[in-house]
Nanobody
C-alpha cells in the first residue's frame, strides 16, 4: 500500500502563486504516474496534471502555461507549482498515483491523498 500526503494549499489572491507537494510513503514498483486532480464544489473531479517516472507530463488545457508539475524520484515526491491563479482554480486538490502510464479518469488511479484546499480570491 502506498500512502500519499499533500501540503501547500491555502488562500491566495488572484494572480498569486502556490506550490503543492505530495510525498509518497514508498515508491510503487515499476513505472508509475503521479498526478494532481482537483474538485470544485458541485463539480466532478478533474485531472490537472500528471508526470510519469520518465518525466513525461500532461496538463489540462485550463492550466497550461500557468502550472508546472515536477517530481523528485529520490524523495518519492511530486510538486505542482501554480502561477497566475484565478478564482476558477479554487478547489480541493488531490494527489494521486497509479502504476503505468497516465490516465484521464480518477477511477484509474490506485492511490489518493486526503486533499488540500486551494482558495483564490478575486
Amino acid at each position: 500500500q502506498v500512502q500519499l500526503g499533500e501540503s501547500g494549499g491555502g488562500l491566495v489572491q488572484a494572480g498569486g502563486s502556490l506550490r503543492l507537494s505530495c510525498a509518497a510513503s514508498r515508491r510503487p514498483s515499476g513505472t508509475y504516474t503521479m498526478g494532481w486532480f482537483r474538485q470544485a464544489p458541485g463539480k466532478e473531479r478533474e485531472l490537472v496534471a500528471t508526470v510519469s517516472t520518465g518525466g513525461y507530463t500532461y496538463y489540462a488545457e485550463s492550466v497550461k502555461g500557468r502550472f508546472t508539475i515536477s517530481r523528485d524520484n529520490a524523495r518519492n515526491t511530486v510538486y505542482l507549482q501554480m502561477n497566475s491563479l484565478n478564482p476558477s482554480d479554487t478547489a480541493v486538490y488531490y494527489c494521486a498515483a497509479r502504476g503505468g502510464v497516465w490516465r484521464m479518469r480518477p477511477s484509474e488511479y490506485d492511490y489518493w491523498g486526503q486533499g488540500t484546499q486551494v482558495t483564490v480570491s478575486s
